[in-house]
């Protein structure tokens, strides 16, 4: 369940899975990486190159956990894109979980407030 604010559509560069974080890269979006600054959530479904994605980009969505997230902690992007606990750098921070995941592959609803 998302409760989509602000969603915005793009093109993406590469296969991105739904329910990850993205990134900008030129014109389009990828996966995000833990190392990028993601700017939202694949809303749609699987995508594959040059194919239109819905990405929201503000509000609450949906987000597969790499491991097990306790509700009310910040979170960033993995190298695959999934949510994981945020560390003290602010340059990664995407969000804020509202719900807890138990282990890797949980769906968190995670309030998407790019930094």
């Given amino acids: 369940m998302s409760e989509q604010v602000l969603i915005k559509a793009f093109t993406a560069q ?3 899975a739904k329910n990850r ?3 900008i890269s030129s014109d389009k979006v990828r996966l995000a990486t833990s190392s990028g600054k993601a700017i939202g959530v694949n809303c749609s479904f699987n995508v594959k190159a040059d ?3 819905d990405i929201g980009v503000l509000g609450i969505f949906e987000v597969e956990a790499s491991i097990a997230i ?3 902690v910040s979170v960033a ?4 894109g999934r949510a994981a606990t945020h ?3 602010t340059s990664d921070k995407v969000g804020i979980a509202l719900n807890s995941a138990s282990r890797s592959g949980d769906l968190l ?3 998407v407030i790019p930094q």
């Fill in 14 to 16: 590469d296969t991105i």
């Fill in 21 to 23: 974080f993205v990134a």
């Fill in 51 to 53: 194919e239109r994605v």
């Fill in 70 to 72: 306790n509700a009310g």
């Fill in 77 to 80: 992007s993995t190298t695959e």
């Fill in 87 to 89: 560390s003290s750098r």
């Fill in 109 to 111: 609803r995670i309030l």
